[in-house]
């Protein structure tokens, strides 16, 4: 299996903001762009694997900003690593003016997903490779987000969680 390019699965997805998406104060719900970050990680997990992909978490999201009724809405994704048959996703949200065009990053997540295949067994993925210094960074960071996630769940002891210690000693 033929290692690919972080930049294969990038995904972008573009959308507005509708009033009937909107809590009382006129901002997107946050519920409604959970499922606009899932799908965008979604199809960005399928490019990389090339396979049926389930969504096994979601590590992080952070909702730094509200996206007010008729903003445009981008959601960029792309995988940050790729393990045995998960990868991990990264994806940044950014709100547009629709008057000005201005941009401004409003959220970011990081979500989990296992490839899968017409029976919902788990299946290999290709390794990726990295090459600019955000993706190297996101990259890094998988490994230590996955052990850090797995001591959590008691399924690694922490003394064998080697990129954990590698931070605090």
């Known amino acids: 299996m033929k290692a690919k390019k972080a930049i294969a699965s990038l995904t972008i997805l573009t959308d507005t903001v509708l009033p009937g998406e909107t809590n009382p104060l006129h901002n997107l719900f946050g519920g409604e762009l959970l499922a606009r970050m899932d799908r965008a990680t979604s199809i960005a997990a399928s490019r990389h694997s090339q396979e049926i992909c389930v969504t096994v978490s979601v590590n992080h999201v952070a909702f730094s900003k509200p996206v007010p009724v008729g903003s445009i809405l981008q959601m960029e994704a ?69 052990e850090l996630s797995l001591v959590l769940s008691e399924k690694l002891d922490p003394k064998k969680a080697t990129e954990l210690r590698s931070l605090f000693f």
Request: charged share 40%.
């Open 78 to 146: 792309k995988v940050s690593r790729a393990f045995t048959s998960s990868m991990e996703v990264y994806v940044d949200v950014w709100k547009e003016d629709r008057i000005t065009g201005e941009r401004e990053k409003v959220n970011e997540g990081i979500y989990t997903f296992v490839a899968v295949d017409d029976h919902g067994k788990p299946v290999k993925v290709p390794e990726l490779i990295p090459e600019s210094a955000l993706e190297k960074k996101r990259y890094k960071g998988a490994l230590q987000r996955k």
